[in-house]
Nanobody, 123 residues
């Protein structure tokens, strides 16, 4: 199982970015998908998450600026980030609470993480 995040980059304050994360492997179910971020010297924190039913949850400072969405058929999760601020600068990670089949065919339930994508908000 692999989660591949993309879409990070350098953007000016007030700008927008859209992050994408694709899950691949012998996945039989994805229950929730989320985005976390970690700024230098700080702990990793929740940005947003979305359940299989479409319910969403956001960290307070991101409500109204960030939107999380998913395409279950494509096993993808997105994070649309608007009105970006310098304090949004961080490495953004996607994660998934999912079930997959191991190499031996056994079902496994796990929380998997992507490799992270850097978002830098600066003028």
């Amino acid at each position: 199982v692999q989660l591949q995040a993309s879409g990070g980059g350098l953007v000016q304050p007030g700008g927008s970015l859209r992050l994408s994360c694709a899950a691949s492997g012998r996945i039989f179910s994805i229950w929730s998908l989320g985005w976390y971020r970690q700024a230098p010297g700080k702990q990793r924190e929740l940005v947003a998450q979305i359940t299989s039913g479409g319910s969403t949850d956001y960290e307070d400072s991101m409500k109204g600026r960030f939107t999380v969405s998913r395409d279950s058929a494509k096993k993808m999760v997105y994070l649309q980030m608007n009105s970006l601020k310098p304090e949004d600068t961080a490495v953004y990670y996607c994660n998934a609470d999912l079930g997959y089949y191991s190499g031996s065919g056994d079902p496994v339930v796990a929380i998997e993480w992507g490799q992270g994508t850097q978002v830098t908000v600066s003028s």
